[in-house]
């Protein structure tokens, strides 16, 4: 089981990490680049607004790959099933890292637009699919644990990015376009190791209707004597499904059956995107210069919040099979709400004291450590929990394209967000962090070591009523 969330954590939530990174790093050489390739093709220096249109259209291309990525990735685990759409995938990541690879020898930019492209779909259908195969793979008292796998890879694959994007490694000058296309090698990793395992045993019996196929999988997993359980369960899940096929993502919004677990991905999914996470990632620099870091001290202090939220993933993937998905996942909410209010004050006292930037700095790493905690970690988890077999892969789509489409949209907006508010900034996520907090406390039931059948019971008073 150890191996298999590895096998499919490489190729899988590892990329979202390491290709979100990696871009940072690079963004002078990318502008010098673009500035060559332009006055070499039209003779003529490139117009700065220009400049920094190409540039936002490299970096934020990959979120609109990545839409396209979650659109298509439910539909893909439904016809080839977990495992195969997993390994197709990886030739849209062998294709994304040459063409990125070649740009610079050839002098043709919109290779890397294009390549950029390829990687976010590679990586919207991993962050869809990955979950999902761990989830159904993983024994009720282990899922959480196992589930952690989808954080606590996508981190590694942060922290790897940061890593490897260093000036004394591939960060520098000459080996930039090497840094973009070294996405290949997590791609050929999961070529290599993946098809040792099972396809999902569950996807084999309820979707496939393979029982043979079910139980020697399961067997693999679990072990010839232990396997008699989870096959049961799977058996009791197919016959309450009673033939069901796999519904579309809108089917979901007017089936009453999943209204409120619905609506319950659709807030985390948006509350961790917009929690203020990512704003802390694109402009990490930003605020450290704020907290009065020297700029060549910039990078160290950045992958140390890559190093933070690894190690909070881990912690939490320790943690979750113990405390429960509620507590974690609503006192990381409550903390996140706290540390926006410590980093408003310091960022806005920052000038009077000198020891007050260390106290935004140390804000920054508190916030990060709480998000893996909670939201980092738990909204996959309960995305494959809170629902049956013929409404995961939809579900996954849904929270895939919300996740995505809040991504990019707050990628766009923070920089308005910073020069309208200011140090007020943390304000906007404090306000979003406690409203999902609240949400959560009154909707979310705790799933920790119950079947998916017992976690849609849980919610059925909801959907249909106290009465029913």
């Not at 704003?279 to 001290?297: C, P, V």
């Not at 489409?405 to 508010?421: A, D, H, K, Q, Y």
């Amino acid at each position: 089981l150890f191996l298999a969330v590895c096998a499919v954590g490489i190729g899988g939530t590892f990329q979202y990490g390491y290709n979100v990174s990696i871009i940072n790093a690079p963004t002078q050489h990318i502008h010098r680049f673009l500035n060559e390739t332009w006055t070499g093709r039209y003779h003529k220096e490139l117009n700065p607004d220009l400049l920094t249109f190409l540039w936002s259209v490299i970096a934020s291309i990959f979120s609109l790959g990545g839409l396209c990525g979650a659109l298509i990735g439910g539909s893909m685990a439904i016809r080839l099933g977990r495992k195969g759409a997993l390994l197709m995938n990886n030739t849209i990541a062998i294709l994304a890292s040459i063409l990125m690879g070649i740009s610079f020898p050839t002098g043709l930019f919109e290779l890397l637009i294009a390549g950029r492209f390829l990687i976010g779909i590679n990586s919207g259908i991993g962050i869809c699919v990955q979950p999902l195969y761990i989830g159904e793979v993983a024994p009720k008292h282990l899922r959480g644990g196992m589930a952690m796998g989808t954080s606590i890879f996508l981190t590694g694959g942060i922290l790897t990015g940061q890593i490897i994007g260093l000036r004394e490694l591939l960060g520098g000058e000459t080996y930039w376009p090497l840094l973009l296309s070294s996405s290949c090698f997590p791609a050929f990793a999961q070529l290599l190791f993946l098809p040792w395992f099972p396809e999902s045993p569950r996807y084999l019996l309820i979707d496939r209707g393979d029982e043979l196929s079910c139980a020697k999988a399961l067997k693999r997993f679990h072990g010839s004597s232990e396997y008699r359980r989870e096959m049961e369960d799977i058996q009791r899940e197919c016959f309450a499904l009673d033939g069901e096929k796999p519904k579309k993502p809108w089917q979901l919004f007017t089936d009453c059956g999943v209204r409120w677990q619905l609506i319950t991905v659709i807030v985390m999914t948006m509350g961790q995107q917009l929690s203020g996470i990512n704003a802390i990632y694109f402009y990490a620099t930003y605020i450290f210069e704020q907290a009065g870091i020297s700029a060549e001290k910039i990078p160290y202090v950045t992958l140390g919040t890559g190093a933070c939220e690894c190690l909070t993933a881990l912690t939490c993937g320790l943690l979750i099979d113990y405390m429960g998905r509620r507590y974690l996942i609503i006192g990381g909410y409550l903390l996140m709400t706290l540390w926006s209010i410590v980093l408003t004050f310091s960022l806005t006292y920052q000038e009077l004291y000198s020891w007050v930037p260390y106290v935004s700095m140390t804000s920054v790493f508190a916030f990060i450590l709480s998000f893996g905690l909670g939201p980092g970690g738990i909204t996959n988890t309960l995305t494959a929990e809170l629902f049956i077999q013929s409404s995961r892969p939809a579900a996954f789509m849904i929270g895939g394209t919300i996740s995505w489409i809040s991504f990019f949209t707050i990628g766009m907006l923070f920089p308005f967000i910073v020069n309208g508010l200011k140090q007020y900034c943390f304000l906007v996520f404090l306000l979003e962090c406690s409203l999902v907090a609240a949400f959560l406390f009154l909707v979310i039931p705790e799933t920790k070591n119950k079947s998916f059948l017992e976690i849609k019971k849980e919610f059925h008073k909801l959907n249909f009523g106290r009465n029913t």
